[in-house]
């Protein structure tokens, strides 16, 4: 396994079980961009940001957990892409509404851009609309 890829695995799994920047940095750029074309991810450009926001999501769904569907890495163009989905009930305070007790099941893709043998970049490739929805938020 490249160094990339491996770095991205570590990274995916400690951003995905609610680390947050501390449990990621050392995977990063200490400026890492971030971008996702989502409402609710609007105002995060950041990937200290993102990993925070995705820190604070366990909060309303503590039992939160991804399954991974496709991991692959692009070595020409130093990128890597997963596929995964994220699964949680809302059983926690925190949401916008109180806690519902539906659940969610988010498909959802990381673009990971390398630079030097760490993330520079990420984007989110997310439906947020139907993942509120799922959760009764909407």
Known sequence: MSEILEK??????ACETGKGWEGCKKYCHSDAT???QTGTLADI???EGYTEWMT???TPLPDGHYEIKFFAEDKERDCVAAYAIF??????PGGPVDPT???V?????????????FIRHLTK????TISLKQLGWV
């Open 105 to 117: 099941s988010a498909d959802y893709v990381y673009a990971m851009h390398f630079e030097e043998g």
């Open 8 to 13: 991205a695995k570590l990274f995916f799994d």
């Open 34 to 36: 971030f971008s996702a």
């Open 101 to 103: 007790g539906k659940t």
């Open 56 to 58: 604070s999501l366990f």
């Open 87 to 92: 699964h949680g009930t809302q059983t926690g």
């Open 125 to 128: 490739i997310w439906n947020d």
């Open 45 to 47: 450009n950041t990937v």
